[in-house]
């Protein structure tokens, strides 16, 4: 796994790209104290487990993977 950082929010996690549209995440922390955008849905009521991704960090991800930052293993 590869640290990434949010470039919105700077929260830092872990991620492995096993394929293009494959991403695992791992976070460090806990995610509805440190993403902006996860505790906000949290205090508008949504079960925290249950929120999947933020726009932000998946864009930061993305982002990452085009300069190279997080490898995606070829397919075979």
């Known amino acids: 796994m590869q640290e990434v950082g949010c470039r919105t929010c700077r929260t830092r996690v872990l991620v492995q790209k096993n394929s293009l549209p494959h ?11 440190a993403c902006e955008e996860i505790a906000l849905r949290v205090a508008d009521g949504e079960y925290a487990a249950r929120v999947t991704h933020c726009g932000a960090l998946r864009a930061s ?3 990452a993977v085009r300069e ?9």
């Open 61 to 63: 991800i993305q982002q």
């Open 23 to 33: 991403t695992s995440v791992q976070w460090t922390t806990d995610a509805a104290v």
């Open 68 to 76: 190279g930052l997080v490898r995606v293993p070829e397919n075979d």
